[in-house]
């Protein structure tokens, strides 16, 4: 495997499910992020992690729970999710954290009824 | 509030041909980064190029290339001998600078090439 993946590719699940959405980078990269893709948004960044370390949440629900227990892997938990957070979830990872170029993941496509 | 703006949400273009998309954006930072990325329908967001606020030189690669004018803090991508691979959505992005990775994108601009 090489770049950044992300798993699962599709996920459906119901607003009272509890899932969760992995991504891994081989890039030996220090920082990984969370970003969400709405129809007819900007892609919103959710969270930052450099060194395994959350240095950024942008005011995002509690619903939404990150995980990174290396620099290798990203998780983000998600549970009682609503209708309207279904959206295409976009990981990607960087040598640092300032400004450096971002290499993005697939995304796993997330639908929520 | 820092911002990024693409006017066109729509482009076309014709196979051979060149294509300019804009990108303006708002910020009062002296030093950052501006970046170009791709997403074809297949998703996978693809670095175009990037370019350090402080160079004057515009960046280029191969067929890409951007007209920076910092003054007026806009930051267009031009396609030259546009191919059909290269028809997706163009997202503009800024990143300032030791702010901790942060990415502000534009809306996307969808580039269609016709054969």
């Known amino acids: 495997e090489t770049g950044v993946t992300q798993t699962p590719r599709h996920l459906v699940m119901g607003m009272t499910n509890k899932k969760s959405l992995k991504c891994e980078q081989h890039l030996g990269h220090n920082a990984m992020y969370w970003y969400k893709q709405s129809a007819k948004k900007p892609l919103e960044l959710m969270f930052v992690y450099n060194f395994k370390e959350q240095t950024e949440n942008n005011s995002v629900p509690s619903r939404f729970s990150p995980e990174c227990p290396n620099s290798s892997h990203l998780f983000l938990h998600l549970h009682t999710l609503q209708p309207e957070d279904s959206a295409l979830y976009l990981c990607?990872?960087?040598?640092?954290?300032?400004?450096?170029?971002?290499?993005f993941g697939p995304g796993t496509r997330l639908t929520v009824l | 509030a820092q911002t990024v703006t693409q006017s066109q949400p729509e482009m076309s273009v014709q196979e051979a041909e060149t294509v300019t998309l804009s990108c303006t954006y708002d910020t009062s930072e002296s030093d950052y980064y501006l970046f170009w990325y791709k997403q074809p329908p297949s998703r996978q967001m693809i670095l175009v190029i990037r370019?350090?606020?402080?160079?004057?030189q515009n960046a280029t690669e191969n067929r890409f290339s951007v007209n920076f004018q910092k003054a007026a803090k806009s930051f267009s991508l031009k396609i030259s001998d546009s191919q059909l691979g290269d028809a997706a959505m163009y997202f503009c992005?800024?990143?300032?600078?030791?702010?901790?990775?942060?990415?502000?994108f534009g809306q996307g601009t969808e580039l269609s090439v016709k054969p």
């Open positions: 370019q350090e606020a402080y160079k004057q």
């Open positions: 990607a990872s960087s040598q640092g954290s300032d400004s450096d170029t971002q290499y």
């Open positions: 992005a800024y990143s300032p600078y030791n702010q901790g990775g942060k990415l502000i």
